[in-house]
């Protein structure tokens, strides 16, 4: 709160009226009266300074105390400022630094209060400091610990993975390559049958020739029918197995009465030949050709892969004739003509090669496919495409001399779609 005082500054003539609040000191009003008095304050020491607190005879030196203390709550008051002595002075100063070693006292003991509470929480901080950083390590060393854990669970997850693809591996090569016997039933032209045990891992060829052996027929004369399937029309690399022969199967051998120009195969790994020929032309088995039997044995010693597992070839293979013993018969103005095929099959691509007369139809050259393929038509079609324009409908049943297609290699491409897949 504010207070009214009257000042007198060492003289009587000197005097003004200030108000000040009460929390103002001594000292800071002498030294504020001296900012507008200093040529009265010329020479004075104001430690000498003695003020008298006017209708009293209280005496003030300068010092901390506040308006308010010395003046107890008065709002009015006055003060008269005098000049004291060097003795005064002596009192004055031994006043003042026995107020001050007062005041240094209370602080003294503040300050150390103050360094004793800042000790105590410096260590506790410390403390707290050495506890957090212990938990940091702690938690540190369980995070080590647990990708540690989850690194040897992934290397035993990994192991056991590799393990159990081994194992299926293993099963599936088992289940490919184990051999079982199976029963065949042969029933010849006379009607008799006979019962022989057979690996199921044998190939077509090989039951071919060996069917040849026990009847000593020539096999352009017979068909041999495993259900609806002529066997000698099928994929000869292809095992009894694959092909779906199982214990007990019966295998029908039949004239071929056919009088109608046919197509015969001769397949050689990935070789396929297709002639034409009726039953009164000259005809070669392969046993009748040493020259083919030979090239025959050669593919048979050499690693064939069956149809059913997936490569591509860049190349088209050689093409394979028969060698004819006779003279060929020509059909009119027909010609021998080479075709290769591209069959698309997905994302598989297989090539071969076929020689057929140009007297026969697009239809008849494409049951080539399904013959190379060893498939029926029932289980999937095929789409001819010629310089990539689909082919199809009546097109099919015009023979390559129609159609103008008697150029020598050339190239038809087959797309292959699964019937109900």
Do not use: C, H
């Not at 020491?45 to 010395?70: A, E, H, M, R």
């Not at 070789?271 to 048979?300: A, E, F």
């Not at 150029?407 to 019937?419: E, G, S």
């Amino acid at each position: 709160m504010d207070i009214e005082m009257e000042v007198e500054v060492f003289d009587s003539n000197f005097k003004t009226t200030l108000t000040m609040d009460d929390s103002v000191n001594i000292r800071e009003l002498i030294e504020y009266i001296q900012q507008q008095y200093q040529e009265l304050f010329r020479g004075v020491n104001i430690n000498q300074i003695q003020i008298l607190i006017g209708g009293t005879n209280q005496i003030i030196q300068p010092s901390d105390k506040t308006l308010k203390d010395v003046l107890n709550n008065q709002r009015r008051a006055k003060f008269i400022l005098k000049k004291g002595t060097p003795q005064q002075q002596a009192v004055n100063e031994f006043q003042n630094s026995s107020q001050q070693i007062n005041r240094q006292q209370p602080n003294n003991q503040f300050i150390a209060n103050q360094m004793t509470g800042y000790n105590n929480q410096n260590l506790v901080n410390q403390t707290q400091s050495r506890q957090q950083q212990y938990q940091y390590q702690q938690q540190q060393q369980q995070y080590q610990q647990q990708q540690q854990q989850q690194q040897q669970q992934q290397q035993q997850q990994q192991q056991q993975y590799q393990q159990y693809q081994q194992q299926q591996q293993q099963l599936q090569n088992q289940s490919i390559y184990m051999q079982q016997n199976i029963d065949v039933k042969i029933k010849d032209l006379q009607n008799q049958i006979t019962q022989v045990s057979l690996d199921d891992s044998l190939q077509i060829r090989e039951l071919i020739q060996f069917i040849q052996e026990q009847i000593q027929q020539n096999l352009q004369q017979i068909q041999i029918y495993f259900g609806q399937v002529n066997i000698l029309q099928v994929n000869q690399n292809i095992t009894l197995k694959q092909l779906g022969m199982k214990n007990q199967t019966l295998l029908e051998i039949k004239p071929n009465n056919q009088r109608v120009p046919q197509q015969f195969p001769v397949q050689i790994g990935e070789q396929q030949i297709i002639g034409t020929r009726t039953q009164n032309q000259p005809q070669t088995s392969i046993d009748d050709s040493p020259q083919l039997q030979n090239q025959v044995d050669k593919k048979i010693q050499s690693n064939q892969q069956p149809y059913g597992q997936q490569y591509q070839s860049n190349q088209l293979k050689n093409t394979v004739q028969i060698q004819q013993n006779g003279p060929q018969q020509q059909m009119g103005v027909g010609k021998q003509v080479t075709v290769n095929f591209e069959i698309l099959d997905g994302s598989i691509k297989r090539q071969f090669s076929t020689i057929t007369n140009t007297n026969n139809t697009l239809g008849e050259i494409l049951d080539a496919v399904y013959q190379y393929l060893g498939i029926s038509k029932e289980v999937a079609s095929v789409d001819l495409y010629i310089n990539n324009t689909p082919f199809g409908g009546n097109k099919l049943l015009q023979s390559l001399e129609l159609l103008q297609m008697t150029q020598d290699n050339m190239t038809l491409q087959v797309k292959l779609r699964w019937i109900g897949g």
